[in-house]
């Protein structure tokens, strides 16, 4: 399985960005998939992941949205309400057994820098 992330740049505090994840190799319908994010000098943190239901961490509860779209075998990320503290490169993920938060997923895509200005 290869992952592509894709639709990271710099915001203001306050917009809204939304990433991309395109799978290709496999179709990633029955995979746990996730988002991931590092920020500089930081452990890399879960962000939020889906299987039949959706995971979010703390602190994005509320402001992001996972989903997934399995006839183009594509997870997104809709972020909104960003803040300064979101600011990361962003990583997804693929999993086909195991916990949704933890870090040893089977699969990872490039990552995608986000940005947020204050």
């Known amino acids: 399985v290869q992952l592509q992330a894709s639709g990271g740049g710099l915001v203001q505090a306050g917009g809204s960005l939304r990433l991309s994840c395109a799978a290709s190799g496999h179709t990633v319908s029955t995979y746990t998939m996730g988002w991931f994010r590092q920020a500089p000098g930081m452990e890399r943190e879960f962000v939020a992941a889906?299987?039949?239901?959706?995971y979010y961490g703390d602190s994005v509860k509320g402001r992001f949205t996972i989903s997934r779209d399995n006839a183009k075998n594509t997870l997104y990320l809709q972020m909104n309400s960003l803040k300064p503290e979101d600011t990361a490169v962003y990583y997804c993920a693929a999993r086909t057994r195991g916990s949704y938060y933890s870090t040893d997923y089977d699969y990872w895509g490039q990552g995608t820098l986000v940005t947020v200005s204050s």
């Open positions: 889906i299987t039949w239901r959706t």
